[in-house]
Nanobody
Framework: QVQLVESGGGLVQAGGSLRLSCATT????????MGWFRQAPGKERAFVAS????????DYADSVKGRFTISRDNTKNTVFLQMISLKPEDTAVYYC???????????????????WGQGTQVTVSS
């Protein structure tokens, strides 16, 4: 059974940092692009960041550029999202996803991803 399991979310004050992890089991995604999305209450799921299969290329939403860093460790089947200088507007459920068959940077469109995790809540207080 293929699973993507996010962890590392929590409650943090504005200006703080969190590091999210996404561990994959059931199959390897080492040759696939991966992405992070987030969904705030009452809003649609939004692109946050994506990374190509090797980790050498990344893409970020303008709202997080310079504050978030996506990375991956294919030897551990894990993708990370380092978040610094967090703002209250970053509050959301964060999801990781696999864009199977894409070697390049993952798509910004959620409907192009094939596998999803269950999400982890990030809450940033002001």
């Amino acid at each position: 059974q293929v699973q993507l399991v996010e962890s590392g979310g929590g409650l943090v004050q504005a200006g703080g940092s969190l590091r999210l992890s996404c561990a994959t089991t059931g199959r390897t995604f080492s040759r696939d692009a991966m992405g992070w999305f987030r969904q705030a209450p009452g809003k649609e799921r939004a692109f946050v960041a994506s990374i190509n299969w090797s980790g050498g290329s990344t893409d970020y939403a303008d709202s997080v550029k310079g504050r978030f860093t996506i990375s991956r460790d294919n030897t551990k089947n894990t993708v990370f999202l380092q978040m610094i200088s967090l703002k209250p507007e970053d509050t959301a459920v964060y999801y990781c996803a696999a864009d199977v068959g894409r070697l390049g940077i993952g798509s910004r469109r959620a409907n192009e991803y094939n596998y999803w995790g269950q999400g982890t809540q990030v809450t940033v207080s002001s």
